[in-house]
């Protein structure tokens, strides 16, 4: 039984980090390119990230998918269209030009799949590490 369970898990997880593809069959198809595309809205709008370079760099550097999961899907959602909906956290290193240092900082935001494709909204915080709620 802990055999199936563990194989369970490890297929949700696989499937979870495919989310480049463009294979209709694939839940996560897009998702990736829709994290990219948080990741660019980060760097356009984010004002630690709209200042000068500095001597590390670019202003906001080092940026990383830390946790993504699956979440559940209310009935109001499942009645708009929603097939899919994954919560994530992105963590990166943002200029602090008062201490001329990298400092770190993290969004976190849930992306909801319909048959128009991925829908990004901020989220509350998570832990970083598991998505569990901080």
Avoid: H
Avoid at 117 to 134: E, I, Q, Y
């Amino acid at each position: 039984m802990k055999t199936a369970w563990w194989a369970a898990a490890a297929l949700m997880l696989a499937g979870c980090g495919q989310g480049g593809g463009a294979d209709s069959a694939d839940p996560y198809a897009g998702l990736d390119a829709a994290i990219k595309d948080w990741r660019a809205e980060i760097i356009k709008t984010d004002a630690a990230c709209q200042q000068a370079k500095g001597p590390e760099g670019e202003a906001c550097q080092r940026f990383e998918v830390t946790c993504k999961v699956e979440s559940p899907i209310d009935e109001a959602e499942r009645t708009a269209g929603v097939t899919q909906k994954v919560l994530a956290a992105m963590t990166w290193t943002a200029r602090n030009p008062a201490m001329n240092e990298q400092q770190p900082a993290s969004a976190t935001a849930t992306f909801s799949r319909t048959s128009d494709g991925w829908t990004r909204k901020a989220a509350d915080p998570v832990n970083l590490r598991t998505c569990a709620p901080a």
